[in-house]
């Protein structure tokens, strides 16, 4: 129930079809797994400041998830609600997974890989660094802004302002919607990409 700071400081930790709603959980954690649970939106900045997390099969209500941690992977979870989350993490593996609201999220992430991810937020992976995502929809305005070494697969980005300031951006068989895509970016390249009626003005400044 409501309350500070549970699961705090602990190790080897197994979570299955648990429900939280007291903030900070898990802080300061390693090697723990949470299976078919809910994090209810009292739980906000929960998993903070931890090594080897695994959520699978999870409902997270709670903003704010994941900060300065490593070695999360994540496994058919929804998050509803997913604004400045993963923020100055490394070493993150997500597959099938659902980020709603999620304005901010992967910011200053590193090593982040990706595959089959459906994101509704605007300025993701700003400030990433060594990220590759693949077959993916992201809804994003203002994505990528300044992230380094970046690829994308197969993948639909659709959001103004794609990818502004960014360096060694590579997008293979993308989709790209929005306008202004692609501005001031060094080193992009892009093969067998299509572009959305919208998406005018591109590659202003750039080296493509």
Not at 155 to 171: D, M, P, Q, T
Request: negative net charge; charged residues 25%; glycine residues 4%.
């Amino acid at each position: 129930h409501k309350g500070e700071s549970s699961v705090k400081e602990c190790s080897d930790v197994e979570c299955s079809e648990c429900t939280f709603d007291g903030k900070y959980v898990l802080w300061c954690c390693e090697n723990f797994s949470v299976k078919n649970s809910l994090f209810l939106p009292g739980s906000r900045s929960s998993l903070w400041h931890s090594k080897r997390a695994r959520l699978e099969d999870c409902k997270v209500d709670a903003p704010k998830m994941f900060r300065e941690s490593e070695g999360i992977v994540l496994r058919r979870d929804v998050f509803s609600d997913a604004q400045e989350t993963l923020w100055s993490c490394s070493d993150i593996d997500i597959e099938d997974v659902e980020f709603h609201n999620a304005d901010y999220i992967f910011m200053w992430c590193k090593n982040v890989k990706v595959r089959n991810l459906r994101l509704f937020g605007n300025y993701s992976f700003q400030h990433a660094k060594n990220v590759e995502i693949w077959d993916s929809d992201l809804q994003s305005k203002d994505a990528l802004w300044e992230a380094e070494n970046v690829t994308v697969y197969n993948s639909f980005i659709n959001g103004e302002y794609l990818a502004w300031h960014s360096k060694n951006v590579r997008l293979v068989n993308c989709r790209i919607g929005g306008t202004q895509p692609l501005c001031y970016a060094e080193g992009l390249v892009l093969e067998n990409c299509t572009f959305e009626p919208d998406a005018d003005l591109a590659f202003e400044y750039s080296d493509v």
